[in-house]
């Protein structure tokens, strides 16, 4: 059991880019972002057992991470808070850095307005996963996932310049 553990730590460690992702683009405060990170954590935690080492432990992730935000987001009927997304981000005095952040942050913010299945589109698509690797991570067709993605990629693009978000 104790090995398991570590292996699962060491695994969580490793990986743990992936959960702070996941909760950013789905709870736009950060107490939120914590609350989801830890939920995720222990869905893993819960269903570490069923992996069975068919697929990379990340692909597995994905999919973990996504159902868990997507249920807890419905589970706990949150709202977006539009005031929270104002909060200043400590960055280094590069104005390439600065627009860099502030372009993220845009992005991270016209997210908000999607639904839960656009988001993990959207967020599957940012960590350079194929087509294929999308519709795997979602349980839907390689075509599905390919329609979806295009649809909800012009809909964000829709989103910022309704906005006017500086892109």
């Not at 992936?18 to 893993?44: G, P």
């Not at 372009?103 to 908000?112: D, E, F, H, R, T």
């Amino acid at each position: 059991m104790l090995d398991t553990q570590k292996i699962f730590l060491q695994q969580i460690n490793d990986n743990k880019g992936i959960i702070h992702k996941v909760a950013k683009m789905y709870m736009d405060n950060t107490l939120d972002q914590e609350d989801l990170f830890q939920e995720i954590v222990m869905q893993l935690w819960k269903a570490y057992p069923s992996f069975k080492g068919t697929s990379k432990f990340s692909t597995w992730m994905y999919r973990v991470a996504l159902n868990t935000a997507i249920l807890f987001f419905k589970k706990d009927n949150k709202k977006v808070d539009k005031v929270s997304l104002n909060e200043q981000v400590e960055i280094a005095d590069h104005n390439d850095s600065h627009e860099k952040e502030e372009k993220i942050a845009y992005l991270y913010k016209a997210v908000q307005e999607l639904n839960q299945i656009e988001k993990a589109l959207i967020f599957l698509f940012l960590e350079n996963q194929s087509h294929r690797e999308i519709a795997q991570n979602l349980g839907i067709s390689e075509v599905n996932a390919r329609v979806k993605l295009n649809r909800t990629k012009e809909k964000l693009q829709q989103i910022i310049k309704k906005n006017s978000y500086g892109f």
